[in-house]
């Protein structure tokens, strides 16, 4: 058993032609952990990710997982270890919902096999968990976009990898959802069974959340740490360019910050 | 299980309709006759042949089996490629044709037609068909992709513009033909007439080959309905499927243009068609389609051949029968499966 960090980054950058989009990105993820990335629009939080899933890889610097480089595994090992939840979830094929979320076992099902006992009772317990097993048999055509973001959720999580990778996975659903999946990732990282890295744009979720926060700016990863510590008026300032005012709160258990209008426009 | 008694059924009907439809024609030859015909043929069995006139195994044998099979494994060939394009291109409106295959094609067959180019007889035509088809596709895909990886926007856009760019050369060919611009029409609209067994071993290749290689990749396929980040957390090397599944599907398209024209209508509908019956999954899809593009395509191909009294393109008439039929189910289904 691997003792060291998941996520080992050092000095990673890539770029999309000549446009940078990662900048000497240097990141330490340890097991069982929910992380939280925020910053701006277009600050590399989606290209972080993509490079983490190795959609792509590091232009310069590397980027280990278990300790041996990223690029060494095969994707079927990968897929196996980590899986994804996109930010976009348009499907234009009417598969249905539980076929969708039993593509998410595919990396444990060999090419021509049907799908075993226990892959079916994997897909059929966390349809469950996700309430998502009342309209199995739907469409995902059909659904709305917070009931399809829940099916491709759940997909994710029939992967059952020890990685979760969330870039703005709740961006679609109503409050009871997000906190029920939300929680339910929490509750996996609690238990020392998943790493979950999430990128959030409500800080508020972040910091109820994650237990170590990042925040990214043009490219870089600016600030990171423990939740309690980075997580203040001044860094908020820093990334956003906004005033706040940042608090614990005893009811969430939790920093918080609060926004307030700007009355001078 | 129920998807496999489905595709039994379907080959089951395939094999009837060839076998009807080789009994009709201008000279009837009844069921019974043609059964025997062609087990004497592999059993090489004269007996069975007694009382049987003696044109009726040449009639079979030569001339009609190799257009009926032609006609059958085209219509398999134009579904199965109709069902990757429309998977690898996201779009449930892309068919064999949305890269300018078609438009290829016949840009090659309009040269060969009205140079005259006949160095290689009766295959002339075929040969500088499939050389502009594959030419096409080439520049599409130099012209879409970037990086070693294919966008289905790009691909679609190259698709277009090369399409356009070769549909003016072709009305500049037919203007320029004269008397061989019936010629050129008649190609392009389609037809099974004449078509020998080398047609029949050609596309029988292309087509087997092309649907192990797709059925192969047929669950990667479904995965990359997610889209590609998707299908890439997932293990699936997007870029190398859609770029194998693109040239396995382009030169089926390719070689069954060759051999028959632009046969238009079979590779959009049929795909779309079995998606209604047997779902979007590719592994079932992709046999359902090929069985049924196959039964259809012969079954117009024999009601041109030998039912109306003249016969008329088989491209017009795939849209005249299929047309209808897929309006029926498509008013029917559209309010269960909804945006399909």
Known sequence: ?265 | MAGRKGIFLLALLLVLVIIFSTGMGYIKISTLDVVKIIIARFYNDGHLLRGISNIFPYVIWEVRLPRILTSAIVGSGLSIAGVIFQGILLNPLADPYTLGISAGAAFGASIALILNISFLGMYSVPLFAFMGAVATLVVVMALSSSGGSVSSNNLILAGIIVAAILSAGISFIKYVADEQVSVIIFWLMGSFGSKGWPDVFLTFAFVLIGFGICIFFARDLNIMSLGDRSAFSLGVNTNRIRMTLLVTASLITAVCVAVSGIIGFVGLIIPHLMRFFVGPDSRKLLPASALTGAILLLSADTITRAVLPTEVPIGVLTALIGGPFFCYIFMKRRGVAGNV
């Open chain 1, 1 to 265: 058993m691997f003792e060291g960090p998941v996520f080992e980054l050092e000095e990673v950058g890539f770029s999309y032609g000549e446009v940078t989009a990662l900048d000497g990105v240097s990141l330490r993820i340890s097991p069982a952990c929910f992380w939280g990335v925020v910053g701006p629009n277009g600050c590399g939080k989606t290209t972080l990710f993509d490079l983490l899933a190795r959609i792509n890889v590091p232009a310069t610097g590397t980027i280990s997982y278990l300790g041996r480089d990223i690029r060494g595994y095969s994707r079927k090992e990968l897929a196996r270890e980590i899986a994804l939840v996109p930010q976009d979830f348009y499907i234009n094929f009417s598969f249905t919902v539980r076929e969708i979320v039993l593509m998410g076992r595919y990396p444990h099902i060999p090419r021509f096999a049907p799908p075993a006992a226990r892959d079916l009772d994997v897909v059929d317990e966390i349809m469950e968990l996700l309430k998502i097993d009342g309209f199995k048999d739907k469409y995902i055509t059909e659904l709305s976009g917070g009931e399809r973001q829940r099916v491709v959720f759940a997909r994710a999580l029939a992967q059952e990898t020890p990685v979760l990778l969330l870039d703005e996975g709740t961006s679609n659903m109503d409050i009871q959802y997000t906190l029920n999946l939300l929680d339910m990732v929490a509750h996996k990282v609690e238990a020392g069974k998943m790493t979950a890295i999430a990128v959030f744009h409500n800080i508020n979720m972040a910091a109820t959340y994650c237990r170590k926060l990042a925040f990214m700016k043009s490219g870089k990863v600016v600030l990171q740490g423990n939740t309690d510590e980075v997580l203040n008026e001044q860094s908020i300032r820093e990334i956003f360019g906004i005033d706040c005012h940042v608090y614990f709160d005893d009811y969430v258990g939790a920093r918080q910050v609060a926004f307030r209008r700007n009355r001078k426009l």
